[in-house]
C-alpha cells in the first residue's frame, strides 16, 4: 500500500535531485583547488625561486672598469708621443703666426736650454725704446709694445689655451683612453714649469720665452714666472681633480689675466 509522503518533503527531495551535479562538480574543484593556507604552507615551485646569490670572489676588483686608470702599452705611448710632438710644433707655429699676422717677420736663432738641451728660438727682432718700437730693417713696428708682449708670449699662451679646451671637454681624462690629450697635456705643463724654474735659476736661454717676455714685452719678471707656475700647477691639479670647479675658474681667470696683461701696457 503506497503511503502518500509529505508535499513538503517531495519538494525538498526533488531540490537535491537537481542540486546534486552542482555539488558533486563544486566538490572536486575544492579538491583540486588548494586552499589558501595550504599555498602558503606549500614550498615554491623550482622555476620561480630566486638564484642563490654568488659566493664572492676575492680575486675580482671591486671597483669599475671606468674608475680605474688605463695601462700604458708601447702603441699608447708612441700615441703619447705623439700628442708632445704636436703640442710641442703648436708652440712654435703660435710664435711664428702672431709674428706674421702682426706685419713681422721673424728670425730663427739656436739656443740651449738648461745649460745642454740644444733647441731653436724664433725671434722677432724687435726693438722697443720710449713707447716707439721698431723692426729688424728700421720699419716701425705698429703694435708698439703690447703687440711684442703677444708675440713674445705666445707660445706659453696657446699652450694655455689648448689645456683649457683639453681639461673643459675632457673633465676626466685621467681615466680616459686618451694618450695623444695626455701628452699635449703633460708637454705643455712641464714646458711651463721648466721655463719659470730655469728663468728663478738663471739658466733660462737669453731669447727665452720668459726672459723675453719681461725684457722686450716689459711684463713685471716676478709677477708673470708666478702666474705661468701656478698656471701650470693647477692644470696638473684639475687633471687629478677634475670634480673641483672652483680650481677651474681659477685657472680660467689666471689665463686670462696673462693675455690681459697686453692691455695694461
Known sequence: MKRNLPAEFRRRLAALVFLA?????????????????ARQASPPAAESAPPAPLAPDLHV????????PRQFT????????????????????????????????????????????????????IHCRDGACTKHNGQPFWPGRPGLYTIVSAGIQCQQYEDEVILTRRPGLRMDNAPFRKGMLAFNTLLS???????WAGVEPTDGDIRGIHRDGGAPRLLLSSMIFGIAAVDI???YYPHARWLAWLNRVAKFSVTGIAFAM
Open 237 to 239: 691639479a684639475r687633471y
Open 74 to 125: 708601447w702603441r699608447s705611448a708612441a700615441i703619447f708621443a705623439g700628442g708632445a710632438i704636436t703640442a710641442l710644433a703648436a708652440h712654435e707655429s703660435c710664435h711664428l703666426i702672431t709674428n706674421l699676422a702682426m706685419g713681422n717677420r721673424p728670425g730663427f736663432e739656436s739656443v740651449t736650454f738648461l745649460g745642454f738641451i740644444p733647441y731653436f728660438a724664433i725671434v722677432p727682432s
Open 61 to 68: 676588483a671591486t671597483a669599475p672598469p671606468e674608475l680605474t
Open 21 to 37: 551535479p552542482a555539488l558533486a562538480a563544486g566538490s572536486t574543484v575544492a579538491e583540486e583547488t588548494p586552499l589558501p593556507e
Open 193 to 199: 714649469i721648466g721655463y719659470v724654474l730655469a728663468n
